[in-house]
């Protein structure tokens, strides 16, 4: 049985949205086989107990490990392959273009990225790849993660309306030229699964994952979104997330195209008609929601949904700012995730932690501003709820799993810190990544000192490099070829579906 004894001049033990964090001084984790036995005065504990190992001490912090709340897994990002940023709509048609990858080895570098920045675990959610090999792929992925230590909740989305524009693909189809047409249905026609497939791989996928023995994967559902899934898909979903009583994670009003859809779909928002549908809940997450009414957050905050907040990707992919602040304010559980698009292109979320921070900082003495300890909240307890681990992570208690990120706090002390700075305030103004001593999962240190401990990341980037270095494929080619010529086509639907954009939850600046 192994133990450690972790310890820290600052336990930040528990943080959500609602109130002061828990905060211990000179404090201490006692963990057994990955379970956390005891959190106290580090004196007491060391006196109770007789550890295998210590780690830490009298200059670090200690905080729950991090959940990234909404993930796509590419460790090399979109920007490197290719795809610059630019409105979702677009920037989605271009990412048609992107090259193949393999999967494993990206799983790999992606988990050791976001291990390196202090997360422990991942809401990983599958894009739609080719039906014929989704399986491996799948596979490949999960065998990535599990080989870095890293904790997933893993769902994998399909679209099964809608996959050109917000609009039915034989009607969009119609106005293209013949053989443009031709090849945007044999693209499509590639990753194209029936309803039926989906469930039988999402089953397959359950049966072989979820509580695989490993403690370290839960398998949740996923429609795409809601202007890219039918009803009956929805319905289908909702039903058998009941059965197995697992989540169910989706993308969801991420720009104002999406919401104006459901406006001119249903007469209603989308949130408004999910709820008719009696589809909302609990169990379910929304990636985004960035373009919610008054009326859509009192719905979501009703059903005990999450929305899990991507400010990065938000703004390098022009869909705005979330509003945070009425969501929080209204009871809505916000967690906090990176979409593989944070702002500096990697995946740190104590970066990420950094910029909510900042962004939900409404101008004037009584506007509300979000706290330090709410977006830690946001980045740990809250991003647990929607994992289907939310008993096991987020907090540090007993019973709990022994999750961890260790901090040094040398360079952020130096040459002077004030005792009177509450700690959060220390973490989540100051530290980066390069300040983590060890990222502990199930009370193991997998990182230490910027290093893996079981996998050599320069292996893994050398082998991505080779592989990534021979020529471009010629289908990938040809399809960025289409998409090139697609492109005009599809910024005219936009144009002609231009959204209203309505009154804003914010106001940063004014013109008159
Ligand atoms: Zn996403």
Same mark, same amino acid.
């Given at each position: 049985?192994?133990?450690?004894?972790?310890?820290? %001049?600052?336990?930040?033990? #528990?943080?959500?949205?609602?109130?002061?964090?828990?905060?211990?001084?000179?404090?201490?984790?006692?963990?057994? =086989?990955?379970?956390?036995?005891?959190?106290?005065?580090?004196?007491?504990? %060391?006196?109770?107990?007789?550890?295998?190992?210590?780690?830490?001490?009298?200059?670090? *912090?200690?905080?729950?490990?991090?959940?990234?709340?909404?993930?796509?897994?590419?460790?090399?990002?979109?920007?490197?392959?290719?795809?610059?940023?630019?409105?979702?709509?677009?920037?989605?048609?271009?990412?048609?273009?992107?090259?193949?990858?393999?999967?494993?080895?990206?799983?790999?570098?992606?988990?050791?990225?976001?291990?390196?920045?202090?997360?422990?675990?991942?809401?990983?959610?599958?894009?739609?790849?080719?039906?014929?090999?989704?399986?491996?792929?799948?596979?490949? @992925?999960?065998?990535?993660?599990?080989?870095?230590?890293?904790?997933?909740?893993?769902?994998?989305?399909?679209?099964?309306?809608?996959?050109?524009?917000?609009?039915?693909?034989?009607?969009?189809?119609?106005?293209? $030229?013949?053989?443009?047409?031709?090849?945007?249905?044999?693209?499509?026609?590639?990753?194209?699964?029936? =309803?039926?497939?989906?469930?039988?791989?999402? !089953?397959?996928?359950?049966?072989?994952?979820?509580?695989?023995?490993?403690?370290?994967?839960?398998?949740?559902? +996923? $429609?795409?979104?809601?202007?890219?899934?039918?009803?009956?898909?929805?319905? %289908?979903?909702?039903?058998?997330?009941?059965?197995?009583?697992?989540?169910?994670?989706?993308?969801?009003?991420?720009?104002?195209?999406?919401?104006?859809?459901?406006?001119?779909?249903?007469?209603?928002?989308?949130?408004?008609?999910?709820?008719?549908?009696?589809?909302?809940?609990?169990?379910?997450?929304?990636?985004?929601?960035?373009?919610?009414?008054?009326?859509?957050? !009192?719905?979501?905050? !009703?059903?005990? #949904?999450?929305?899990?907040?991507?400010?990065?990707?938000?703004?390098?992919?022009?869909?705005?700012?979330?509003?945070?602040?009425?969501?929080?304010?209204?009871?809505?559980?916000? /967690?906090?995730?990176?979409?593989?698009?944070?702002?500096?292109?990697?995946?740190?979320?104590?970066?990420?932690?950094?910029? @909510? +921070?900042?962004?939900?900082?409404?101008?004037?003495?009584?506007?509300?501003?979000?706290?330090?300890?709410?977006?830690?909240?946001? *980045?740990?307890?809250?991003?647990?709820?929607?994992?289907?681990?939310?008993?096991?992570?987020?907090?540090?208690?007993?019973?709990?799993?022994?999750?961890?990120?260790?901090?040094?706090? !040398?360079?952020?002390?130096?040459?002077?810190? =004030?005792?009177?700075?509450?700690?959060?305030?220390?973490?989540?103004?100051?530290?980066?990544?390069?300040?983590? /001593?060890?990222?502990?999962?199930?009370?193991?240190?997998?990182?230490?000192?910027?290093?893996?401990?079981?996998?050599?990341?320069?292996? @893994?980037?050398?082998?991505?490099?080779?592989?990534?270095?021979?020529?471009?494929?010629?289908?990938?080619?040809?399809?960025?070829?289409?998409?090139?010529?697609?492109?005009?086509?599809?910024?005219?639907?936009?144009?002609?579906?231009?959204?209203?954009?309505?009154?804003?939850?914010?106001?940063?600046?004014?013109?008159?």
């Amino acid at each position: 049985m192994a133990s450690s004894l972790i310890r820290g %001049r600052y336990l930040l033990s #528990a943080a959500d949205d609602s109130g002061p964090i828990d905060t211990l001084h000179d404090a201490a984790v006692y963990q057994e =086989d990955g379970v956390i036995v005891d959190v106290g005065a580090f004196e007491e504990l %060391r006196g109770r107990y007789n550890p295998d190992s210590e780690l830490g001490g009298a200059n670090y *912090a200690i905080i729950p490990g991090l959940v990234n709340s909404h993930h796509h897994g590419r460790g090399v990002t979109t920007l490197q392959m290719g795809t610059c940023d630019d409105c979702l709509e677009t920037w989605i048609l271009a990412g048609w273009g992107r090259r193949p990858y393999d999967h494993y080895l990206m799983t790999l570098y992606t988990a050791i990225n976001l291990l390196e920045s202090g997360t422990t675990t991942v809401m990983y959610n599958h894009p739609q790849t080719a039906a014929a090999t989704l399986r491996e792929d799948v596979d490949a @992925v999960l065998r990535g993660f599990l080989d870095a230590g890293m904790r997933v909740a893993f769902s994998c989305y399909l679209r099964n309306q809608n996959r050109v524009v917000y609009a039915d693909d034989d009607d969009f189809l119609a106005g293209l $030229p013949t053989d443009l047409a031709s090849d945007v249905r044999r693209y499509l026609a590639a990753s194209h699964m029936s =309803d039926d497939d989906y469930f039988a791989f999402c !089953d397959e996928m359950y049966r072989q994952y979820h509580d695989d023995g490993s403690g370290r994967v839960r398998v949740l559902l +996923s $429609p795409a979104n809601a202007q890219w899934n039918s009803d009956d898909f929805l319905l %289908r979903t909702k039903a058998q997330a009941a059965r197995w009583q697992t989540g169910i994670h989706m993308h969801l009003v991420e720009s104002p195209y999406q919401k104006d859809y459901g406006i001119r779909t249903w007469g209603k928002t989308p949130v408004e008609h999910l709820q008719d549908l009696e589809f909302l809940g609990p169990e379910v997450s929304f990636a985004h929601a960035v373009w919610l009414t008054d009326r859509d957050i !009192d719905i979501l905050a !009703d059903a005990g #949904a999450t929305v899990c907040h991507n400010a990065s990707s938000n703004l390098r992919l022009k869909n705005g700012i979330a509003p945070v602040n009425p969501m929080l304010a209204r009871g809505v559980n916000v /967690a906090m995730g990176t979409d593989s698009t944070a702002i500096n292109d990697d995946d740190d979320l104590i970066q990420e932690m950094r910029l @909510v +921070s900042k962004l939900h900082r409404q101008p004037g003495l009584t506007e509300p501003a979000i706290t330090s300890g709410q977006v830690l909240g946001m *980045a740990t307890a809250n991003a647990a709820a929607p994992t289907g681990f939310s008993r096991e992570i987020g907090a540090l208690r007993p019973g709990r799993r022994a999750d961890l990120v260790l901090i040094r706090l !040398d360079e952020l002390s130096d040459p002077y810190l =004030d005792d009177d700075v509450p700690p959060v305030e220390v973490i989540l103004g100051r530290a980066r990544s390069r300040d983590i /001593a060890a990222t502990v999962v199930d009370g193991e240190a997998l990182i230490r000192d910027g290093q893996h401990q079981r996998v050599n990341k320069s292996d @893994v980037a050398r082998e991505l490099r080779e592989q990534l270095a021979r020529p471009v494929e010629p289908e990938t080619l040809s399809v960025r070829r289409m998409a090139a010529q697609l492109s005009p086509y599809v910024e005219r639907f936009y144009l002609d579906h231009a959204p209203a954009m309505g009154n804003p939850h914010y106001v940063y600046n004014s013109r008159t």
